[in-house]
């Protein structure tokens, strides 16, 4: 029997200034998406860690396909337009478009990077075979985006956790500016910094190019 796939796709880390931008898609079977609201799978931002910790688990227990991509930093200042590349968003949807390719979902819901997902929608273009929807806050009115929700900000933790004593990576973090202020006068920066970003480049950080190779 064919699988009637449902799935949704959503990112974690994106206004960062440390870490990965993690994209992740989630697909389950077309019967069984109520279930995720019975499971407790909302918007990971309105849980706890633990609490999203324990749902990525039951998704996984449950079979769901999951599906994640890591865009590090580096690829991240590549892509800056102040450095001619091709944006942030138009990265994120190449990112999301190879996971729907790989798992050719039946219809893939997607927390729209532009305000407006018809932009989003032309930018990505049609995959063949798969009814993609973009919409707006998408990962609070679709339970299957939610649950890619929290596979993003569950698998950005973790990662952002392997980097150190950091904090969450984030520039509204006191102990992530701290963090960065020290590598700041160090006068070197890791590759888990995000170069291109404005919140680096005021600190007088170095912002060597990454064209090498």
Known sequence: MVRSLVAGVDEAGRGSVLGPLVIALIAVEEETV????AMGVRDSKSLTPRARER????????????????????????????????????????AIRELIEEV??????????????TRARELMGRVEGVDVRFAVRADVRFPVVAAASIVAKVTRDRAVRGLGDVGSGYPSDPRTMGHLRALAASGSLPDYVRRSWRTVRSLGTPDRHLDEG
């Not at 050719?104 to 997902?117: A, E, F, H, I, L």
Request: net charge positive; aromatic share 6%.
């Open 34 to 37: 109520e279930e995720l609201s």
């Open 55 to 94: 749902l990525f688990g039951a998704l996984v227990e449950r079979g769901a396909v999951i599906r994640v991509k890591l865009l590090e930093p580096e690829s991240i200042d590549r892509s800056a337009r102040s450095r001619g590349g091709i944006g942030l968003n138009a990265l994120e949807l190449r």
């Open 104 to 117: 050719k979902p039946r219809v893939v819901y997607v927390d729209s990077p532009y305000r407006n997902p």
